[in-house]
Structures are given as C-alpha cells and as structure tokens.
C-alpha cells in the first residue's frame, strides 16, 4: 500500500485537463461483451479499477489492440465462459464493483452470467437486489453461493418485460438494460438511473443497434433486438474529477482552467460549489476558478443554514458530497452536508477534525461543517485514506494546510484518479509518492 507525502501551503496555477470519467468506463467496457465485433473505445481513464477490467476482459477472451493513448479496440469475437468458473475469475473481478456490470451482457449474449460479490468502496450497505430482481423479470433464474460469495444467474429463454427498479441504482440500471438490449420483446425499465454514465451507455448501444427509447429519463423503453454490432464510443469528461479540481482551486486559493469540461453534462455541479460562494467562469468550455482568498456560503431565501445533499441524477452525485464537504472548511459560514445515500461515507470527519477543521458529525449521514475563512490554515497529520471520495478530500485538506501530510491507502485514490500526484506537481503542489 502506497502514500503520499505533501507539503502543503503551495499555492497551484494552470491548465488541468480531465481524464475520461471512471464509472462511465466500467459500463462501456463490460458492453463490448455484447458483440462479437470490434468496439474501439476513445479517452479511457488509466486508472486502477479500470486496468483491471480491462485485465479481466483480456483473461476471458477479449482480444484489445492498444490504437493510441486512451484508445482501444476491444474485439469479443471468442468469449472462453469456463474462465467465469474459475478461482483466478473470482479473485480478480470481485476487487472492483464495475466487475458486477458483466453479468448483465454475458446474460444478454450468452445466457448465463457468474460474478463474486463485487469490490469498490466500503462505504455503506451497497445491495445488488435492483440488479437480480430485474434479471428475473427478464426470466432468468437467480442463486447465489455463500461459501464463496458467488452470483449465478442463467437465462436461455429471456422475454422483455416491465420491470421496476427496486433503487435507482447505477449500476443496476447498466446492468438491466444490457442484458435487456439482446433479450427478445419489449422492456420497460422505470425508476431507472439516468446518470450521464447511463446516457453515454445507451448511446453507444443504440450506435450498436439497439433500440432505446427514453435515454436521460427515469422511463426506459428497449425493443430487443437479435445481435449487436461494433461501433466507436468517447468517454466523457470525470464530472467527479472536475468537481474536485474546483473545490481544489478553492480551498488551496489557486487559479486552474480545467480544461474541455463538456459543461452542459455537468448537470448541477457548478451550481453547487457556487452555492459555497466559489466564482467560477465559462471560458468556452472550460471552466476558470480565479484564486480566492475568501467565499462565501449562501444562506437559504429565509435566511437559514443552505443544506448540501445527494440525489439520483439530475440530483448532486454523492460522490462529490466528501469533495464540497472538505471545500467549505474554508469557507465563510455554515453548511449543512447530507449524505443520503451511503451510511459510512462520513466518517473521514474526524481527520479534517485533527487537522483543526471545525466540523459537527451530527450522526452517520449528516456533517456540519462551519468555515473557518482563513483566519487559520488545517495543520498536515498523518492519515489514511477510508474510500477513493475520502481520499481526495483528505489530499485536498492536506495541500491547503500547514506543514507535511502524509496519506496511507493511496490505492484508493489511484482507484479513480488518473497520476493525481504527476498531474497536480504540474501546477506546482509537492506530492511525493512513498
Ligand atoms: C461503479 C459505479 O458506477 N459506482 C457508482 C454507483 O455505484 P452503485 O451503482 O453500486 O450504487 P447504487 O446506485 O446501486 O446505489 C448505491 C446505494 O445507494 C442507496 N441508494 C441508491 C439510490 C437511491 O435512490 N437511494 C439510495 O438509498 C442504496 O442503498 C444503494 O446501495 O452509483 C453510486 C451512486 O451514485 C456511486 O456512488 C458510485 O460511484
Ligand atoms: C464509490 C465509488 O466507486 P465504486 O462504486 O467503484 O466503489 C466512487 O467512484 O466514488
């Protein structure tokens, strides 16, 4: 396990440009299982989680030829399925939650899908039932083996059908609508996730052949149609990472342009680090956060404390809540962050504590965090990063503060973001890689 030591203090000045967005990439990927014909897939983020998919694909079959930085071409003509029995398949796709996102294509196309219980973030109950129960609502037949944490779910006479989602679940709704793409007859999909991830998904399907009416709704209609074939997919932008640069800018009061933002898929996200007082212009689209010594957070109409919570899209994403949260440290006045979605996400609260952050942990879901406007700088700790959300706010603390940081567990951070250590040195932060 690596760490990040920091020095902290610098302030940061320049051009960043956002890597193509992590949980977008895990759909995309687990989608080239759908055909047998060469998918080539532009801007994938290299990163952890992401590699090893990708890993995982090779290890099962898919052949990739490497056509530039960030672009690959996936072929998925030769699927070898015993791969999925085995231990080596088990162990590796359950070190990242993404890896749940196969079975739906692998039931789609082949009529069978196994997977271990997934990996990602401990940050909180994270039930697959919106996956399994929509699975069954197609006809397939649902076990699940506990001595070794295995799903299997088999499927070979699918029909379309209604199905509600049990939660608005990202990777559930991904997971439904790829099996759903290939399965005959009609499926409704309503209480859908409508993430810009889920959007991107259903475009490139439906540039594959399928027939998705509904895309960026919660009401999805798919007509199933028999085969899919190849076609050329760009990740968007990491709305999360562009998030957490603005709340880096913020709080380190630098001056960073992030670069080719896509802005209109950003949904509410500028919008709410506005909310905490922090300027930002639309150059374009790019997005500049002058330096600031001070922001200032808005109160509600009637003058009360502004709350700050997660939602399903177009909602605020939870995982920028950790990012805003650290933000408002510096901020002049009170916010209120609730995390609705996840119970443990919160707790890294206490090491912005240590750091001399004035914070309130009113119980699991619920923060207070009252801003300190600069009238003293966090002092660097040493801490470890919980989850890869966590892990960000707590590099953000620690480069706004006095003194040396040290972060342990950075594999969670390297989970999601993209060479953050080269990548940030290059505006001028001190990170050294331990
Ligand atoms: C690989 C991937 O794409 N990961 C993302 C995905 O995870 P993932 O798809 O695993 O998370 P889900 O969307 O299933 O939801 C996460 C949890 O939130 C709770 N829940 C969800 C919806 C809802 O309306 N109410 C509610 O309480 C549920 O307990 C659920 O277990 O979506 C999460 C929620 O945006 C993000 O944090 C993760 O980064
Ligand atoms: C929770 C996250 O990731 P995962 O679902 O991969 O754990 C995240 O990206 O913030």
Same mark, same amino acid.
């Given at each position: 396990m690596g760490s990040f030591k920091i020095t902290g203090g610098k302030k940061l000045k320049g051009e960043i440009i956002p890597q193509g967005a992590k949980n977008e990439a895990l759909q995309i990927l687990c989608a080239? @299982? @759908?055909?047998k014909e060469p998918v080539t897939i532009h801007n994938i983020p290299d990163i952890r989680d992401v590699n090893k998919l990708i890993d995982l694909l090779e290890s099962m079959g898919v052949k990739t030829r490497k056509l530039g930085p960030g672009s690959v071409e996936f072929t998925a003509a030769d699927v070898d399925f015993s791969y999925f029995e085995s231990e080596q398949y088990k162990d590796k796709a359950a070190q990242l939650r993404g890896s749940v996102m196969l079975l739906g294509p692998m039931l789609g196309r082949f009529g069978k899908g196994r997977a271990p219980k997934p990996g990602g973030d401990k940050i909180g109950r994270r039930p697959l039932d919106a996956h399994f129960v929509g699975f069954q609502k197609l006809g397939a037949t649902f076990s699940y083996d506990s001595d070794d944490a295995f799903y299997h779910v088999d499927g070979d006479k699918m029909r379309g059908s209604y199905i509600w989602m049990e939660e608005i679940s990202v990777t559930g709704t991904a997971n439904v609508i790829m099996a759903a793409v290939v399965t005959p007859g009609t499926t409704t999909i309503y209480n859908a996730a409508c993430e810009p991830y889920l959007q991107q998904l259903c475009k490139m399907l439906n540039r594959m052949g399928a027939k998705i009416t509904g895309v960026g709704s919660n009401l999805l209609t798919i007509e199933g149609v028999h085969e899919l074939s190849g076609c050329e997919h760009t990740m968007l932008p990491d709305m999360i990472e562009i998030g957490s640069f603005i709340g880096l800018a913020a709080m380190t009061e630098s001056e960073i342009t992030i670069k080719n933002c896509r802005i209109p898929e950003l949904g509410i996200i500028p919008d709410v680090f506005k909310k905490l007082g922090i300027q930002m212009e639309f150059r374009g689209d790019d997005i500049y956060v002058p330096a600031q010594k001070h922001y200032q957070i808005n109160r509600l109409i009637d003058g009360s404390i502004l709350t700050v919570y997660d939602a399903p899209w177009p909602g605020f994403t939870p995982d920028l809540i950790s990012i805003v949260l650290v933000t408002a440290i510096q901020a002049k006045g009170t916010v209120l962050i609730h995390q609705k979605m996840f119970e443990s996400r919160l707790f890294f609260t206490d090491k912005l504590i240590d750091m001399g952050a004035q914070i309130i942990l009113c119980d699991p879901h619920r923060a207070t965090v009252i801003g300190i406007n600069r009238e003293y700088n966090l002092r660097g700790i040493r801490m470890t990063s919980p989850d890869i959300r966590a892990g960000v706010a707590l590099l953000i603390a620690a480069l706004s503060a006095d003194g040396t940081s040290i972060i342990d567990n950075i594999d969670q951070i390297d989970r999601g973001y993209q060479n953050i250590d080269g990548r940030l040195n290059a505006l001028g932060a001190e990170i050294v890689r331990i």
């Open positions: 080239v @299982l @759908l055909t």
